[in-house]
């Protein structure tokens, strides 16, 4: 089956159409106008896709996929340093962006994506085991790295997603999360265009923009979920919707009882990474549980070690370190094998670094994370370590750690400890966003004398952020 067999599937008994920044588009007229962008990119190893909300994003990565080239989406907010590492890292040949967009000077050459364009040129569906996707996450330390994501591992989350969820072609999809990560682009553009079906990207994830949709299945991260529950008219205008699902961090058991008593919606839990892409649910068919996250999607399977890699019971409250395996997990991170070596187990169980309790009949608890370093705030996996880099860089700061702190909206923020001479706290927060993504950025800076450290001078970032 072709991976986009939604778009591509003749004939289509439910026609697909992507409604996004005020277009719509038929299925059709869609896989028309993305062949047109396959027929400039096939050959081509990977193109790079500047990754706005928007129906040439999708144009850009339709187009890509049909080729079997393999889609590397930039962040569009990304400052020069992570999107020149990105161009750099990936060796993009050319970036597809909108018709009138320069190319980065030194960069490559930009394609662009033309809306009236339109091809038949028919492509042969490539292997399950081409990459579809590469897409850079944050790790603890460095600049992002490149995960690179196999076509079957695509098509199997979907199909499995699919089943856990009972999302059928019927079913219109609302959201308004980027396109440049596992949860707005593979699940909220790839699935509905695998599954068929329509999407509505109402452009940010705003509770009256959801509320205005009309939608039968809506995706949100937690922080979109309390917003809508702080605005009761848009939470009560989702009553009729057929499902609610958060994911891409834990949602407060608050927030799950808020929603419920405004919508009438339990919503469904999922969990995952861009490593694994989804791999843990509630289903539409199941019970809901606030705090868990459900049990393995089809063929997945979980496991709890502790530190020194011995299994812990699944007895719903022995705490360890969650590893996974399953269809969906990832080729490997481009050009970093050291990083790839680090990532698995040696019989090839991937190490999420989520400490999670697992009970008796599977069902997931995620408790936190094994390391500090990895922040997630508004759903964005945000690494201590480049934020804390891109302060450095800075001639008057001597010393920087970077953590998350409780933040009520966000979940976490970006709190940065800084030992530094002359400069203000505003001012390095101005120097990260010339740099980084706007999601990256310190909320808070705290000017300090000196960072707590061990005796071999480590930083004890548990004792900062209280
Ligand atoms: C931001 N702002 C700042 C700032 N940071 N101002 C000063 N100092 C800082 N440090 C500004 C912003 O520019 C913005 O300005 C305003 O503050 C509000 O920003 P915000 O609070 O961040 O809100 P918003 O922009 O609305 O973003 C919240 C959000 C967003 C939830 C919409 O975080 C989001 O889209 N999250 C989704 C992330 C996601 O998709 N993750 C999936 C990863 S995949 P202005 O002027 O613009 O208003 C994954 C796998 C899985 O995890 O399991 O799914
Ligand atoms: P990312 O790679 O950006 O997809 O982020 C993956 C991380 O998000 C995971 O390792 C978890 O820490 C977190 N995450 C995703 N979904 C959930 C969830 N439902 N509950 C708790 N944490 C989650």
């Not at 970036?95 to 980065?104: F, I, Y």
């Amino acid at each position: 089956m072709s991976l986009l067999s939604g778009l591509t599937r003749s004939p289509q008994p439910h026609p697909a159409s992507v409604r996004i920044g005020g277009q719509t588009t038929s299925g059709e007229s869609l896989l028309r106008c993305a062949t047109a962008v396959a027929d400039r990119v096939a050959g081509m190893e990977r193109v790079a896709v500047t990754a706005t909300a928007s129906l040439e994003t999708v144009v850009a990565v339709v187009g890509g996929l049909l080729a079997g080239v393999a889609v590397v989406p930039v962040p569009p907010d990304s400052g020069p340093r992570e999107r020149a590492h990105i161009l750099r890292d990936s060796a993009v040949p050319a970036v597809l962006a909108p018709t009138g967009t320069a190319a980065d000077p030194g960069g490559p050459p930009v394609v662009p994506v033309d809306l009236t364009a339109r091809s038949d040129t028919a492509y042969p569906e490539p292997d399950d085991d081409r990459p579809a996707l590469v897409l850079y996450t944050s790790g603890t330390t460095g600049a992002p790295k490149g995960a690179v994501i196999g076509r079957g591992a695509v098509a199997a989350c979907l199909d499995a997603l699919a089943a856990a969820w009972a999302w059928t072609p019927d079913d219109l999809l609302v959201h308004g999360l980027p396109l440049f990560h596992v949860h707005g682009l593979v699940l909220g553009v790839l699935g509905p265009l695998r599954l068929g079906g329509r999407l509505h990207h109402v452009g940010r994830p705003d509770p009256a923009r959801y509320a205005g949709a009309g939608g039968s299945l809506y995706f949100g991260v937690p922080t979109v979920w309390q917003r809508v529950c702080a605005d009761p008219a848009a939470a009560r205008a989702l009553r009729g919707a057929r499902l609610l699902v958060s994911g891409s961090a834990g949602l407060p058991t608050a927030v799950f009882d808020q929603l419920r008593a405004l919508t009438a919606h339990r919503v469904v839990e999922r969990y995952g990474m861009t490593e694994t892409l989804i791999t843990v649910s509630t289903r539409a068919d199941g019970p809901r549980r606030p705090g868990t996250v459900g049990q393995p999607l089809r063929d997945v399977r979980t496991r709890l070690v502790d530190e020194t890699g011995a299994d812990v019971p699944h007895d719903g409250t022995s705490l360890g370190e969650l590893l996974v395996r399953g269809p969906g997990l990832f080729h490997g991170y481009l050009n970093r094998p050291d990083a790839d070596a680090a990532s698995r187990t040696a019989d090839g169980w991937f190490r999420t670094g989520d400490v999670a309790a697992v009970d008796p009949d599977g069902w997931h608890r995620i408790v936190g994370r094994a390391a500090t370093d990895l922040i997630k705030s508004g759903g964005y996996r945000i690494g201590a370590g480049e934020v804390e880099d891109a302060l450095l860089a800075h001639p008057a700061v001597a010393e920087a750690a970077v953590v998350g702190t409780p933040h009520p909206d966000l979940g976490q923020q970006v709190t940065a400890y800084v030992v530094a001479d002359g400069v203000s706290g505003p001012e390095l927060v101005d120097f990260v966003a010339r740099e980084l993504a706007v999601h990256k950025r310190p909320r808070q800076v705290h000017l300090v004398d000196r960072l707590p450290r061990t005796a071999l001078g480590k930083v004890q970032k548990s004792q900062l952020g209280h």
